[in-house]
């Protein structure tokens, strides 16, 4: 069993920037592979970053490539994402999750763990 905690969403400016973190509990976090998904009010979950256990390998929405970076301290069994040059399109709950595997995936089925989700809001 692993529990996720995220942490950091709030209100920010678009242009603006913010960092979301996601602190695991639980059996060992350093096997998992971590994502990040988002969801917007009426639309379905959908994929925003990756990252494999190892911190190694990761990926990226297209929507958000370039502007989010993902990255993992496993010594502190947390998972961050750096949010730059925010739009009002990003304002959604952003959701931590662990997979079900050490290698990196993008799929929601693909997570067997999930936190309660965070908050974003930019504006415009």
């Known amino acids: 069993q692993v529990q996720l905690v995220e942490s950091g969403g709030g209100l920010v400016q678009a242009g603006g920037s913010l960092t979301l973190s996601c602190a695991a509990s639980?059996?060992?976090?350093?096997?998992?592979?971590m994502g990040w998904f988002r969801q917007a009010p009426g639309k379905e979950r959908e994929f925003v970053a990756a990252i494999n256990w190892s911190g190694g390998r990761t990926s990226y929405a297209d929507s958000v490539k370039g502007r989010f970076t993902i990255s993992r301290d496993n010594a502190k069994n947390t998972v961050y994402l750096q949010m730059n040059s925010l739009k009002p399109e990003d304002t959604a709950i952003y959701y931590c999750?662990?997979?079900?595997?050490?290698?990196?995936?993008?799929?929601?089925?693909?997570?067997?763990?999930w936190g309660q989700g965070t908050q974003v809001t930019v504006s415009s």
């Open positions: 999750a662990a997979a079900r595997t050490t290698l990196l995936r993008t799929a929601t089925y693909e997570y067997e763990y």
């Open positions: 639980g059996r060992t976090f350093s096997t998992n592979a």
